[in-house]
C-alpha cells in the first residue's frame, strides 16, 4: 500500500529475532499512529506490556514454518524450495486475507512478529501485490 496512492496504506514490518527490543520498536510505532489491530497475543512474565504480535499471523506464520519443515527455534535455515511447496500458498493467501480484513482502511498499519525474519519473502510478495 503505497503512500503515493491515496486509497492504500504505509505499511510497517518490524523484523527481528525474539528478545531484541522489537516490542519496544513497535510500541513506538504504535505512539506514533501505526496500526497493529485488535487481534494482539496478551503480555506475560516475560513482557507484560504486550509483544505486539497479531494473534492470527502468529498462527499462519507457525503453520508456514511447519510446511517448511522448521520451527521458530530452529536456527537453520528453511529449505531452498519452501516457498514453491504446495502449502505454502493457502497460507500465503490467509496472510492476505487478514492483512485486508484488518488493515485494509487504515492509514498506517504494521505488525510485529519474531517469524518474520525466515518467512519475509513471502511478505514482501503479498506487500508488493498490495502495493505497500
Request: include cysteine.
Amino acid at each position: 500500500m503505497n503512500s503515493n496512492d491515496p486509497g492504500y496504506a504505509d505499511a510497517f514490518v518490524v523484523v527481528g529475532p525474539h528478545r531484541t527490543g522489537t516490542s519496544l520498536a513497535a510500541g513506538v510505532l504504535h505512539l506514533l499512529g501505526v496500526e497493529f489491530g485488535s487481534h494482539l497475543l496478551p503480555g506475560n512474565e516475560f513482557n507484560r506490556k504486550g509483544h505486539w504480535e497479531h494473534r492470527d499471523i502468529v498462527a499462519v506464520h507457525q503453520e508456514l514454518l511447519r510446511c517448511a519443515g522448521s520451527t521458530w527455534h530452529d536456527f537453520k535455515p528453511l529449505p531452498r524450495d519452501w516457498m514453491a511447496r504446495s502449502c505454502v500458498q493457502p497460507l500465503r493467501a490467509q496472510l492476505a486475507r487478514i492483512v485486508e480484513r484488518d488493515f485494509a482502511a487504515k492509514k498506517l498499519w504494521g505488525f510485529k512478529e519474531p517469524r518474520t525474519c525466515c518467512l519475509l519473502p513471502v511478505w514482501l510478495e503479498i506487500l508488493d501485490e498490495l502495493g505497500s
